[in-house]
């Protein structure tokens, strides 16, 4: 099969990508924003909660610390909720609509989702026959064989990392999620990273030559 | 409705069903050439707009999908807030240095590419500072 070895054609990426976001707002409650999940991973406070709510399952007040520390994202400040319905014991929010934002992952699905992209990315490259491949020519154009591409993936990380904390997503949160459903911090997001990726872009390419 | 509840939070099905949409995230970022380098500069000089499409076209799907089922599931609201510019930006420009952006870096891992070590450990680094930053002297919400 082709596909597995070649690069997928562009409507094939844009199913799957959709896939993605719609079913897991269908299935898990909640479309997939990776930065997001990425933070969580990364929060001690959030693995310490899970624990505290596994080691004792029939305290109520307990169950309450896990609908409020798995809510906890979803909380705003009353002046940005645009959602005005009440909250149940889930953590799930309940818009006067009857339709209902999903809690978002706990600390383990968080862990596991990561785990799963990587598993989804070592089946790929296990298919096409490019597992382990090297860094490609065009970032060794552009920033050397050495310390600067270095410096560029590693700095660009810090970048990344610090950004998307920053603004709130990334391009699964906010591009796909949040223009998906035409919310106005989403839609300036991700016309501005893709705008600044591309001018970055740009200039790096002039440079280079 | 009843049959999606078989990954309502804490449903045994729910962490397996966690794991295969990572796995197919992971396999489409992958496959469609959003770990490659070469492949990220050229969506971003628009060289080759396959990649552009693929992602304009994902997000025009997940809108249909997403109206589809706007009365029984609804995506967290997502205003503007003093940190979505400086932060687009900040990820925008980053993403073009790495050629990654955090869900491809991960899926970079799994395909067993050592650089990509450096850049993940870049966006450790900057979403951890992030938080002590945001901790001393930003005071506004960005939930997501």
């Given at each position: 099969m082709d596909l597995l070895?070649?690069?997928?054609?562009?409507?094939?990426?844009?199913?799957?990508?959709?896939?993605?976001?719609?079913g897991s707002l269908l299935v898990l409650g909640r479309p997939i924003g990776v930065s997001s999940t990425i933070a969580r991973v990364l929060d001690p406070e959030a693995r310490r909660n899970e624990r505290d709510l596994k080691a004792s399952s029939e305290d109520a007040r307990l169950e309450a610390m896990l609908a409020a520390s798995t809510a906890e994202v979803l909380t705003l400040p009353a002046d940005l909720d645009d959602s005005e319905g009440e909250r149940d014991n889930e953590g799930s929010r309940a818009?006067?609509?009857?339709?209902?934002?999903?809690?978002?992952l706990n600390w383990s699905e968080s862990a596991l989702l990561l785990v799963g992209i990587a598993g989804g990315g070592l089946l790929a490259a296990l298919l096409a026959g490019r597992f382990g491949a090297?860094?490609?020519?065009?970032?060794?154009?552009?920033f050397g064989d050495g310390a600067g591409a270095w410096a560029a993936l590693f700095g660009g990380g810090v970048l990344v990392g610090f950004g998307t904390q920053m603004g709130g997503g990334c391009t699964s949160g906010h591009g796909l999620a949040g223009c998906g459903s035409f919310q106005p911090g989403s839609l300036l997001s991700t016309a501005l990273f893709f705008g600044a990726a591309v001018l970055t872009s740009f200039a790096l390419a002039g440079f280079a030559s | 409705m009843n049959a999606l509840a078989v990954a309502a939070p804490r449903s045994r099905a729910r962490p397996f069903v966690v794991l295969a949409f990572g796995?197919?995230?992971g396999l489409t970022v992958s496959s469609v050439g959003f770990t490659s380098y070469d492949e990220v500069h050229r969506m971003f000089t628009f060289s080759d707009l396959r990649m552009f499409l693929a992602f304009l076209g994902g997000v025009t799907l997940t809108s249909l999908g997403f109206f589809a089922l706007r009365s029984r599931r609804r995506a967290p609201p997502r205003p503007i807030h003093k940190g979505t510019v400086p932060g687009a930006l900040l990820f925008g420009v980053g993403w073009a240095l790495a050629g990654v952006c955090p869900g491809v870096v991960v899926a970079q891992l799994g395909e067993g590419r050592p650089f990509a070590l450096l850049s993940a450990a870049g966006i450790v680094a900057g979403t951890l500072t992030y938080r002590v930053a945001h901790r001393r002297l930003f005071r506004w919400d960005r939930s997501c």
């Open positions: 070895f070649s690069l997928w054609p562009w409507w094939l990426g844009a199913a799957a990508l959709a896939f993605v976001a719609v818009s006067p609509a009857g339709t209902v934002v999903g809690p978002a090297p860094l490609e020519t065009t970032a060794i154009d552009l | 796995v197919l995230l």
